[in-house]
């Protein structure tokens, strides 16, 4: 107990106890135990549901397509939340892909209250209200390294990227961090609407977002559907939305982009918005990295042009090279925090909740 009469949970860093050994006898194992982090103290930890319907008979029912929230909650927190919002699986916001520090413990470290969430049909809220199909999809694994902006093609890696490419267990540990993604923009609906009532129940945030989870987060805003969205950092955002009247000519990306009316995209201008990318856009095999970059530019530009607060940081613009998909797993993703640290600060986001 602390001195308050609270109960108090500390939690030690360390490096997973086993890992998995591979058959290759050129198998590199994580990178060497990083040095000693003092422990993190937190006031609770938890989970809940939330969301969803309950569907059948009166005798016989479903309950489905709520979300599922995880969240740490330090002893001494600042006045708002992260929520960590992912598009393959939690494990990215958890531990480096060499098995380092995370940004969960990152950010629990700085006193931020953390939450990762995993969205109706996702990770540990799949269980849905109507048939969901999958199948076994043979190259998924080398779609993602191209996908992931790993390299080019497999198994050609790009130099200097911020991957640990010579540990065939990080890139094992990456090509099992994924699920089955249904981007349609019903799916968008029915996980932004079970967002919202999350933000509800937490209070103030700012959301982390990655790749097609960004594009969910900015409907959760623009559908007005919670006032408590206090900022969105969206890594690698590939979907987006424009004003009625203001669509682009460029289509690509991984939605539309939609067009929505005037007021639901003035919603966006309430908050800052800051889209973070990393490097090697302009060395994939096909244009869909550098297309979506410039759609990003379009809107941002916006975004701003009706009174919003919308930027776009390039790490390499900042000295950070050879950065991901997924900047913030990458080996120098505390330098990729730091950013996101002066980000908070220059909103006035990174203040400390009253003592009660």
Not at 241 to 267: D, H
Request: hydrophobic share 40%.
């Amino acid at each position: 107990m602390t001195g308050s009469g609270r109960p108090r949970i500390t939690i030690r860093h360390t490096l997973w106890a086993t890992l998995v050994l591979l058959s290759t006898p050129t198998t590199a194992s994580f990178a060497a135990r990083p040095p000693s982090l003092p422990p993190m103290i937190l006031a609770r930890q938890g989970s809940f549901e939330i969301g969803g319907k309950v569907i059948g008979t009166a005798d016989k029912t479903l309950s489905c397509d709520h979300g599922y929230m995880e969240y740490q909650i330090p002893q001494r927190p600042r006045a708002v939340s992260l929520v960590m919002w992912h598009s393959s699986s939690v494990k990215v916001w958890q531990t480096r892909w060499d098995g380092g520090e995370g940004f969960q413990s990152m950010f629990l470290r700085r006193g931020y209250p953390v939450y990762l969430w995993d969205g109706p049909r996702v990770g540990r809220a799949n269980w849905a209200c109507e048939p969901v199909t999958g199948s076994a999809s043979f190259g998924a694994d080398q779609g993602n390294f191209a996908a992931w902006r790993l390299g080019k093609s497999w198994p050609n890696w790009f130099s200097g990227v911020q991957f640990p490419a010579k540990s065939a267990e990080a890139w094992d540990q990456a090509t099992r961090a994924r699920y089955e993604e249904f981007d349609t923009t019903a799916n968008v609906q029915l996980q932004s609407d079970a967002a919202a009532l999350a933000m509800d129940k937490i209070g103030p945030v700012v959301i982390l977002t990655n790749s097609a989870g960004g594009f969910r987060a900015l409907m959760t805003q623009i559908k007005a559907k919670t006032s408590h969205i206090k900022a969105i950092v969206a890594y690698e955002n590939p979907g987006f939305v424009f004003p009625a009247g203001e669509m682009p000519t460029q289509k690509t990306g991984m939605f539309g982009p939609l067009e929505v009316s005037l007021a639901e995209f003035e919603t966006l201008t309430k908050i800052p918005l800051q889209f973070v990318w990393g490097d090697n856009i302009d060395k994939t095999s096909t244009p869909f990295w550098s297309n979506t970059f410039r759609l990003c530019q379009e809107f941002v530009g916006a975004v701003n042009r009706h009174g919003g607060h919308a930027e776009i940081l390039r790490l390499p613009d900042v000295g950070l090279s050879g950065n991901t998909h997924i900047p913030f797993a990458d080996l120098n993703n505390d330098k990729v925090a730091a950013q996101l640290d002066a980000f908070l600060k220059k909103n006035g986001l990174d203040g400390y909740a009253a003592r009660k």
